[in-house]
């Protein structure tokens, strides 16, 4: 994920795992959201 990179390469030292964490946390709750909204 070339984007994933991009993201780690303006976060501070000791933050990656924050920005991981979002970023992940982020998708899931897209995915979740757009399940419910399918199921419509």
Request: no cysteine.
């Amino acid at each position: 994920m070339p984007y994933l990179e991009i993201i780690l390469r303006h976060v501070p030292e000791g933050f990656e795992f924050l920005a991981v964490f979002a970023t992940v946390v982020g998708s899931l709750s897209l995915l979740v959201l757009l399940g419910k909204w399918w199921e419509r």
